[in-house]
């Protein structure tokens, strides 16, 4: 089955402390995309990427970083720029072409500040 | 400037009736809209869309209608059943190299369903 994977599900970072999100999938999808979730909000962009080797800023995107240097793959990484990380993080993928079919979803990860 | 709003933060209904979720926009480059349902700790599973040059279009339990010139779409859910409880998420995306297919949420409207 086809699909993205997010991994870890729960991640602790402590203060200072640089971490990554990984994002993996399967689809064949170009593009891919970082949200982040925090309580009561909708989701946010962080990242995106059409192409490997090339990605442009979302609207959050101070603090955090992403490399595309294979098709599947999209990893975030949260660094100590990110004053306040503690939210909940979601990957995303889609043909931009198809727009109507929407987006794939990780299950996301779940990032604290300790 | 939230571009996407869902004014609603919750909405309950009975079993078997009519659910309601309503959701405006802001930007008129916007050319599709998309609904999403998420249920906690897990990811947004993609429900419907609709062309901006449609008004209409059905799957099942789901409609989702489009009113261009009030920049309002709507999500009908009938017969709403009590697994529809979750958090729905509208969504819309403009065409062109430079927008990548990415798309703007709304912060939700969280849905119960009564048995």
């Known amino acids: 089955d086809g699909g993205i994977t997010q991994s870890p599900k729960y991640l602790f970072r402590k203060e200072g402390q640089n971490v990554t999100l990984s994002c993996e999938q399967n689809?064949?999808?170009?593009?891919m995309y970082w949200y982040r979730q925090d309580p009561g909000q909708g989701l946010r962009l962080i990242y995106y990427?059409?192409?490997?080797?090339?990605?442009q800023k979302g609207d959050i995107a101070e603090g955090y970083s992403v490399s595309r240097e294979k098709k599947e793959s999209f990893p975030l990484t949260v660094t100590s720029a990110q004053k306040n990380p503690t939210a909940f993080y979601l990957c995303?993928?889609?043909?931009?072409?198809?727009?109507?079919?929407?987006?794939?979803f990780g299950s996301g990860t779940r990032l604290t500040v300790v | 400037d939230q571009q996407v709003k869902q004014n609603s933060p919750s909405l309950s209904v009975q079993e078997g009736r009519i659910s309601i979720l309503n959701c405006d926009y802001t930007?008129?480059?916007?050319?599709?809209f998309l609904w999403y349902k998420k249920y906690p700790a897990e990811g947004p599973t993609f429900l419907i869309s609709?062309?901006?040059?449609?008004d209409k279009n059905e799957d099942g339990r789901f409609t989702v209608f489009l009113n261009k010139s009030a920049k309002h779409l709507s999500l009908h859910i009938v017969p709403s059943q009590p697994g529809d409880s979750a958090v729905y998420f509208c969504?819309?995306?403009?065409?062109?190299?430079?927008?990548?297919?990415?798309?703007?949420f709304g912060d939700g409207t969280t849905l119960t369903v009564k048995p």
């Open positions: 995303a993928s889609n043909r931009p072409g198809d727009r109507n079919y929407g987006y794939t």
């Open positions: 689809l064949n999808h170009d593009a």
């Open positions: 990427s059409q192409i490997v080797n090339d990605f």
């Open positions: 930007n008129s480059m916007f050319d599709y």
């Open positions: 609709i062309s901006s040059i449609k």
């Open positions: 969504a819309a995306s403009a065409g062109g190299v430079t927008n990548a297919g990415k798309s703007t």
